[in-house]
């Protein structure tokens, strides 16, 4: 029976990093691959005792007495309730416990960018072509990790099933575990010659371009999802999704509420009384808007259609046209005597104050305007 840190050359009290180091240390040294196939065993038994004292549950059951196995190279420890339970279990699924390599290739991971969109992108749709920085597959060895022209080993130490059995002595008798092999990681192979372009990752970083296209509708905070387009996984693994946030800038004009637009439009107090026609440069172009005779402050004429695309539907919303009806400040005297014979002729010398009905908005606004809004 192998005594773990006679085999790793550390005191029983050595912590887990001088553990860590000590192991790394002797695996470099007695590799197959580095001191040839009589250095097998040797490096069988680094493997388990880093395994064992590397692992704190373990190294406790190791401490109280827990006895090395007799299979697989002499590794074995001291074992806990999991490792108990999880032989009986996997002995149940049927196998034995026995696992098989875990694959190197994982998916990579999922991708969030913002772009920044015009407001006529927003209602329209656009497509945008931005600049990603990502992980794509390695072009020298195309995934595998390996120089070109070499390829992985089967690992020595698990025989190429990237995991070992061990059996150790319980209160309930000798227990048969399966772990996964230190020395290949679990992969059942091990690269000896990692590829220069990447470093054996399979996958490199660099900018590429990719192409969104925003759909007529978004609204601030919208994330467009486009399926593959997120980073490469390890060793050329399928990738992520890249996720496209739109942030919508604020427009000059117009403000967004929903799917419809809103402005306002200034006209003089002759022209509401009057009648007449606006020239508005929309999202359309210039459109006409009428302001009819007698036209009150704040009303609103609304141009159908002229709104925002709807989102994953058809149609477009509104645009509000909200009328701010001026009134002169100064007048001429040729300007102040019209508008006296007006007021004559309307009996509105000296006009009787009438209290209309409240507007169902102007509390609001007026609540706005006291928030400095």
């Known amino acids: 029976m192998s005594d773990y840190y006679a085999v ?16 790394r240390k002797l695996a470099r040294q007695h590799h197959p691959d580095v001191a040839g196939a009589d250095s097998a065993e040797k ?20 401490d109280m007495g827990g006895m090395p196995g007799m ?13 108990i339970f999880e032989s009986f279990f996997a002995a149940a699924a049927g196998g034995g416990g026995q696992r098989g390599p875990v694959s190197r290739a994982r998916r990579g991971q999922d991708a969030l960018l913002r772009i920044d969109l015009e407001l006529s992108d927003a209602a329209f749709g656009v497509a945008k072509d931005i600049e990603v920085d990502t992980a794509v597959m390695c072009t020298t060895c195309q995934g595998s990790c390996c120089q070109p022209g ?5 690992c020595d130490v698990c025989g190429g099933r990237g995991s070992v059995q061990r059996m150790a002595r319980s209160f309930l008798g000798q227990v048969m575990t399966t772990t996964a092999c230190a020395a290949c990681s679990g992969f059942g192979t091990v690269i000896t010659s990692p590829c ?42 399928p990738p992520g999704d890249l996720y496209v946030e739109v942030r919508e800038r604020r427009h000059p004009v117009f403000a967004r509420r929903g799917d419809d637009l809103h402005c306002t439009a200034e006209v003089p107090m002759t022209a509401a009384a009057l009648g007449t026609v606006l020239d ?7 459109q006409e808007v009428d302001i009819r005779p007698g036209t009150q402050p704040e009303e609103v004429v609304t141009l159908r259609g002229l709104g925002v695309g709807h989102l994953n539907g058809n149609g477009r919303g509104d645009l509000h046209v ?52």
């Open 8 to 23: 790793l050359g550390v005191s029983r009290d050595a912590s887990t990093e001088e553990i860590k180091r000590a192991y």
């Open 43 to 62: 490096f069988k038994d680094i493997a388990a005792a880093n395994d064992v004292l590397s692992n704190p549950e373990k190294r406790r059951a190791y």
């Open 71 to 83: 299979a697989g190279g002499g590794a074995g420890a001291g074992f806990g309730f999991s490792d």
């Open 150 to 154: 070499t390829s992985p080993t089967t």
């Open 196 to 237: 220069h372009e990447c470093n054996g990752e399979g996958r490199v970083r660099t900018r590429r371009s990719v192409r969104v296209n925003v759909p007529a509708g978004v609204d601030d905070g919208t994330r467009i999802k486009l399926t593959g387009q997120g980073e490469v996984g390890p060793a050329g693994g």
């Open 280 to 286: 508005l440069e929309t999202l359309d172009g210039e």
């Open 322 to 373: 909200h009328v701010n009806v001026a009134v002169p400040t100064k007048l001429d005297e040729e300007q102040e005597r019209l508008l006296r014979e007006l007021a004559t002729l309307r009996s509105e010398e000296r006009p009787e104050a009438r209290l209309a009905p409240a507007h169902p908005g102007m509390f609001s606004r007026l609540r706005e305007k006291l928030q400095g809004k």
